[in-house]
């Protein structure tokens, strides 16, 4: 274990990823409690950690859902132990009330809040500048430019939250988490941390009545104008070249590429640059010191326009004359990179804005690369419900049903052929859009929800479909993991984020304590299934409370497990001479294993890409399909047990 990458000794170097250079960091600062729930660009943090935490006696888990992770973090640094809490940007809304709170009551040892943005919508249904929530909490953010910096600002960011007693912000964007660079190693981890706390009755601090929270708001106000006051200092924030008629200041992963920009220019010890790594709240002392010296300021930053107004407002009361300039130069939407940066700077610096380079167009194919849109995997379970499901409503002659989606693998569900997910919000709104719809138009309502999203977000308007009386169906996708994010275990899998067996809640049960009336289906068995929903939304039909937890595991697990436990799997070819090419194989299922070669009239299954799941086998009306090798027997466990 002491090879691992996260457990180098003081003196190494070890080549990190942004996320693994926070792992690193919050062991070096000795913290006994991480918790997150998965959501890219963030999961490596936690997974990183979980690998080495009970080696190191730290506890790790994947929370149900980011405020859950919050609270579970916030109960350790209220009780002295210091605690990492990690999310992506849309993770923070979930977690926002818990967020609110926590400035009001502070922390007794460091806690530090992860928010890992995702400019340009790389994974996410939404981009978001998430250093407006330092705003709204007041709680100070932190912005690291590069992996480097993030080893070494986490480390400060634990002092900071001591110091003010607050929990602070990390904010990072896709290029910094997702960047890999040599990182020299300052501290060793320690192996023998003690990890009990105390929890010190406090009633005026720890509990928000009122009259409490009133007292404390103007606590944290006083704690918020110190540190705009006593921050102004490196690393949160640092001036280069100070005494150019011209500064550029730039947040995070800004100031990379305003570096490089600079340094293509040959102007970068021409012109002052501030460079922020506290954009929340913005350093007063050193910007009004810069804006006495310059007549012009460029502000480049990720986003949104967070640290441009504060220098706006900065500049308003020192009575600076200059020109901001910001986001009519840089733009608002999107992640960075060098080129628009490089134009931005170019122009402020008064400099030809043609990039030294070719600009980064789509490089010239004599033969067009065909655009590869995101496919459900070969032998993924939810092509084989969302066919179930397809046939079975229209067996039992349900007109025009909505099916509410969700956020998982299965959104690729609003894709042909299934066409069978027709909203996606946000995590839990395939049910909760449901209740509404339902209540609002005369078509059959399917809502359709992935297991890890409805432990997430899917139960509280699952009740309320009962409690309010909205006819829905509910459809729990049961692939038994957390699939979209890279496989994380949740509480419907029975495994701990450490790989230890634990209690397994089933979907169905609480499903039924709450008033459905239950079907659980195999999708691996087609036609049972097929029966079963039927059933299912006969009774639909009836005005009966009905919801279906279709389980069969992630067709990605069930190949890995197979590998490591040389377990065949069946692989499904065609056979010619029964085969009709009338295409139903790769019509009514958009399998990707399944191909038309050029010039030919009949379906190829490729065997490199067949899992075996037997979609294809069983929908084929003149079973032409079949199995072209030895499976080995009771294989299909595989399928539906951990
Ligand atoms: C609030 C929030 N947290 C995290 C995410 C990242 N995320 C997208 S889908 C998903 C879960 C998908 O798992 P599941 O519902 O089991 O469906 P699967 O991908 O396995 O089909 C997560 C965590 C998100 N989009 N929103």
Not at 147 to 166: D, M, N
Not at 323 to 350: N, Q, T
Not at 512 to 538: D, S
Request: charged fraction near 20%.
């Amino acid at each position: 274990m002491s090879e691992h990458p996260l457990l180098k000794r003081k003196g190494e170097v070890a080549l990190l990823l942004g996320n693994e250079a926070i792992a690193r960091a919050t062991l070096e600062s000795d913290i006994c409690v991480a918790t997150a729930y998965p959501g890219t660009p963030s999961t490596e943090i936690l997974e990183a950690l979980s690998e080495v935490a009970e080696y190191c006696g730290l506890y790790v888990e994947w929370s149900v859902n980011e405020k859950t992770a919050f609270e579970v973090a916030y109960g350790a640094a209220i009780a002295g132990l210091r605690s990492l809490t990690s999310m992506k940007h849309v993770g923070l809304n979930v977690a926002s009330d818990i967020l609110m709170s926590s400035a009001y009551s502070g922390v007794e040892a460091g806690m530090v809040v992860v928010s890992a943005d995702d400019p340009s919508m790389h994974s996410s249904q939404n981009e978001q500048d998430n250093r407006w929530y330092g705003f709204l909490a007041h709680l100070p953010v932190i912005e690291p430019s590069n992996a480097r910096e993030a080893y070494v600002l986490t480390k400060k960011a634990y002092e900071l939250s001591e110091k003010y007693k607050i929990p602070v912000i990390l904010r990072t964007t896709t290029r910094v988490s997702h960047t890999r660079m040599p990182v020299l190693l300052e501290q060793d981890v320690n192996l023998n941390r003690q990890c009990r706390g105390v929890f010190k009755q406090n009633f005026e601090r720890w509990v928000l009545v009122p009259g409490n929270a009133r007292r404390r708001k103007l606590e944290l106000m006083k704690t918020w104008r110190s540190i705009v006051e006593s921050e102004g200092v490196e690393p949160f924030i640092k001036v280069l070249n100070p005494g150019s008629k011209k500064a550029i200041v730039a947040s995070g992963v800004a100031y990379s590429y305003v570096k490089e920009a600079l340094e293509l220019l040959g102007m970068f010890d021409k012109v002052t640059v501030v460079k922020v790594n506290m954009p929340v709240p913005l350093p007063v002392k050193p910007l009004k010191e810069v804006l006495e010296l310059v007549d012009e300021v460029l502000v480049v930053e990720e986003l949104d326009p967070i640290v441009e107004m504060q220098v706006k407002s900065i500049a308003q009361s020192a009575g600076f004359k200059g020109v901001i300039r910001g986001k009519d130069l840089v733009p608002a939407s999107y992640e960075l990179s060098l080129e628009p940066v490089y134009k931005a700077v170019a122009e402020f610096v008064g400099a030809p804005s043609k990039t030294p380079w070719e600009s980064a167009g789509a490089p010239k194919m004599e033969t067009p690369i065909p655009s590869r849109p995101p496919v459900l995997c070969a032998g993924c379970p939810h092509r084989n419900t969302f066919y179930v499901l397809k046939v079975a409503a229209n067996k039992a002659g349900l007109r025009n049903p909505i099916y509410t989606g969700d956020i998982g693998c299965y959104t690729l569900g609003y894709q042909k052929p299934f066409e069978m997910q027709h909203t996606c919000f946000e995590m839990g709104g395939s049910v909760g859009v449901a209740n509404g719809l339902a209540k609002s138009v005369d078509n059959p309502v399917i809502a359709i929800i992935g297991d890890s999203t409805f432990f997430h977000a899917g139960i509280p308007p699952a009740i309320n479909a009962v409690y309010n009386n909205s006819n829905i169906v509910i459809v729990v996708l049961d692939n038994m993991t957390t699939a979209m994010t890279g496989h994380q275990p949740h509480p419907g899998v029975g495994v701990s984020a450490t790989g230890k067996r634990t209690a397994r809640v089933l979907p169905e049960k609480i499903l039924e304590a709450i008033g459905y009336k239950v079907h659980v289906i195999n999708t691996l068995r087609v036609k049972e299934a097929i029966e079963e929903a039927f059933r299912a939304f006969e009774e639909y039909k009836r005005g009966e409370r009905v919801a279906i937890v279709s389980r069969m595991r992630c067709a990605l697990e069930v190949l890995r497990d197979a590998r490591r436990q040389k377990i065949t799997l069946p692989i499904y070819s065609v056979l010619e001479e029964k085969c009709t090419g009338c295409l139903a194989c790769i019509n009514l299922t958009g399998c990707p294993a399944i191909i038309l070669e050029h010039g030919s009239k009949k379906p190829r299954i490729m065997p490199e890409v067949c899992a075996g799941c037997g979609l294809c086998a069983s929908i084929c009306p003149y079973k032409a399909i079949v199995i072209s090798n030895t499976p080995t027997q009771g294989y299909e466990r595989l399928w539906w047990e951990v």
